[in-house]
Every structure is written in C-alpha cells, then in structure tokens.
C-alpha cells in the first residue's frame, strides 16, 4: 500500500522527479563521455489538505527546494504529476496557469533578493493587486493599508524602499506581497533561516496567526526541526530526492519510523537535551545526487543497513494509521516502537 493521503486534499504531487543534466566540459565533449544527471527529485509523493501545514525537513540538498520550485512552476518536472482543486497544474496555460500562481504563492528565503530595490512597499503591494485586478482606483490603497496592518507593518512602512527595512520587516513585505493576490496556500522556502532567532519566533507566530485567519495551507521549508515541529500539523522528511518519512509532527518526533529521522532527531540536541552526548549526528557524508546510492538511498549511513537495502530500494508505505515510512525494517512487520530491539542489524 502506497503512503496514504489525506481524504479531500487540495494538492497532490504523484511520483514527482526533476532531473538537470550539468553542462559538459570540452574534454568530456571531445571524448563523447555522456552528460552527467543530478537527480533532484526522485518519484516525491504526498497529499495536502486545505488548511494544514505540512513541514518538509531535510539535510541541504535533498530536493526541498527543487520541490518547491516545481510546485510554483519555477521549474518543469522531469517526471511525474501536481494536481491542484483537481486540476492538472502541469498542464495549465494562459489565464488558468495566470490563476493558479495567484492561488499558490511562494515566500522566499532572502526577501531581499526578491524584493525591487527601487520600488517602495506600496508599489510593489499595489502592483500585484492591479496585475491580478483584484482592486480598483481608491481600493488599491485601502488594500496596501490592510496588509500591512496583517503584517504588522506600521502604516508608514508603505512609502519605504527594501534598504530601509531591517531583515524581519522585510520578511512582513513579502509576506504582505504574497498575501495582496489572495492565495490559498503558501509555500515557505527557508522563510525565517536567515534572521536572528527572536526575530524568527515572531515571523513564526505571525505565519500561524494568518494560517488562522485567513484559513490558508502551508508547505513550510526548514531544516530546523525545531522550527518544522512548532508550525508542522505533519512532517516530510527527505532524503537524496525522495520522502523517506511522513508522518504526524509528534507521532514523527516522538516515536521515528526510519532510521534517518531517527539520526537527524538525534543530532538535533535542542529537541532533547538529555540526547546531548549520545549520537554526535547524522554518520558520513550526503552522497552527492550524481550518483545516488543503489538500493536504499540511506544504506551507506545507516546504522541498521541489511543486505536486501543494498539492491532493493525501499518504496515508502504505511504503517499504523496514515503514518509512512520508506524502509525495509519495517517489511518485517516489526512495529515501529520496537525497532530498537534490531539492533543485530547494525553494520
Ligand atoms: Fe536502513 Fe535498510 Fe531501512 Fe535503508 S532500508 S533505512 S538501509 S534499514
């Protein structure tokens, strides 16, 4: 049985995969070596119900924000589907695709980066309310004052540039730009990792302020746990280009059902201090996505890797409940709890 969904989502991503061939050197060129795949995305799955947050975890370069680019159409998937209110988001074009990137927007990491440095607050709110014709004459202006207020920007912040801003309140203007055209769901891509942690519980609590209000659904971005347990309704976690784990944020954090969330737990002693000395972290290097491991992708640091890991590539199913895990332990109907009493498995 595949991961189960849930049973109305408003978006659900089938067997997603991205892959880039890198540009070739003019010695590979002239040997007619074959051009070299990263595989960024690697047949990715999942479901999302209207007003839930789904927080998607994992080590820098394991396909989240490839995946967030997909799903906005940033990027065009190699393989696979997104379904969108039942429609084919990958097929969309013209007004349709114009609707769905109002529907679906994306808050970026560096809002700085995203925001035009010679456009004010109200000019770049103004010009996404017009583009989508969403307000006219006097109610754009009226609008721009709401968001802010959402945002909790002072009213005064609408005749400002991004230089003038510190990097929280940025992070509001984007938010705030992202608001102006209405959407259901928002896609948080690293959204607070680059502010101070103060400054991020704030950006944090706003983001769950508005969920409320505004009954959207969120696909948040972190590799802080810390973080993804504090806003998450359920967790992804990702490993080399797939979702090894899924699962409800405190069955998840409480009781892992794969062996990589159980070492990234680990190696976050903040979620457990007691947890301080027993494992340093995550055992050896990410292989890179040029050349994913055969098998199970995990096996080369997996504390309890088997012989049929290193052929067989785990596909992730469920187990007790809606809860799925992408392992071969668990093949042997070993309950999830009772994993550690596996411990003849280690290598
Ligand atoms: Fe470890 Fe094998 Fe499970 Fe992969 S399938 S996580 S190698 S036990």
Known sequence: MSASAPADPVMRVESLAMKFELPQALLDRLASRPHRIVHALNGVSFALMRGETLGIVGESGCGKSTLARCLVRLLAPTGGTITYGGRD?????????????????????????????????????????RFHELRQG???????????????????????YPHEFSGGQRQRIGIARALAVEPEFLIADELVSALDVSVQAQIINLLLELQQRLKLTILFIAHDLRLIRHISHRV????????????????LFGAPGHPYTEALLKAAPELDPARRSVVDAVRGELPSPLAIPRGCPFH???????????????????????????????????????RRDLRQFKA
């Open 300 to 338: 080369p640091r997996c504390a309890y890797v088997m012989d049929r890991c290193r052929s067989e590539v785990p596909a992730l199913e469920t187990h007790q409940g809606n809860h799925a895990v992408a392992c071969h332990l668990h093949d042997a109907g070993v309950a999830l709890d009772g």
């Open 138 to 160: 006097k109610a754009v202006g009226e609008r721009v004052d709401e968001l802010l207020g959402l945002v909790r920007l002072p009213l005064d912040a609408a005749d400002r």
């Open 89 to 129: 988001v990958l097929k969309l074009e013209g007004a349709e695709r114009r609707d769905y990137n109002r529907r679906v927007q994306m808050v970026f990491q560096d809002p700085y980066g995203s925001l035009n440095p010679r456009m004010t607050a109200r000019q770049m709110l103004s010009e996404a309310i």
């Open 236 to 251: 992804a976690v990702m490993y080399l280009g797939s979702i090894v784990e899924l699962g409800e944020t405190e069955r």
